[in-house]
């Protein structure tokens, strides 16, 4: 089953290879990494995505909660919550084509970064993956050049914060 861990982090030098080695060490995958500061400077927030039954991920909780510069844990997949990548796309496209992929672009509200009119056009958009990878199945046909993607950040619904009780 695939899971969404949240980890709240002291913002230090390290940390992140640190986490990586645990799970190479125990030969789990990270399919998804996002780190990036909080509101505090001092600590940082990370999102991964990994694969595994729950006595699996609830292993991994213990052991990046007994890592000194790990704040918080939580596996964020069985709470209510929102999840959201970003895709950067770049489309080959010439004059017979250009309007159209504007047109779809403008349909499910992607932004256009970058274009030179008659040979390319960059894509910017953010949703559910499901939703990214519809819209690059709609894409494929004027030829992906380039394409990154973020992997997913999330959070709990609600009021209450991911912060330190």
Do not use: W
């Amino acid at each position: 089953m695939r899971h969404t861990i949240t980890v709240l982090v002291e913002n230090e030098f390290g940390v992140l290879t640190r986490i990586a080695g645990l799970f190479s060490a125990r030969g789990y995958n990270i399919e998804s990494l996002n780190v990036a500061p909080t509101l505090d400077a001092s600590m940082s927030r990370m999102t991964l995505v990994t694969r595994g039954d729950d006595h699996v991920v609830e292993q991994i909780k213990k052991q990046l909660n007994k890592l000194i510069p790990v704040i918080k844990v939580e596996d964020i997949s069985h709470l209510v919550h929102m999840e959201r990548e970003m895709l950067l796309v770049k489309l080959a496209t010439h004059a017979d084509n250009r309007a159209e992929a504007v047109q779809l672009a403008e349909e499910v509200r992607a932004k256009i970064v970058d274009h030179v009119e008659i040979s390319y056009l960059t894509l910017e958009l953010t949703g559910t993956a499901e939703k990214l990878d519809g819209f690059l199945e709609q894409v494929a046909p004027y030829g992906i050049i380039e394409m990154t993607r973020t992997g997913p950040v999330g959070m709990r619904r609600g009021a209450k914060g991911f912060t330190i009780d």
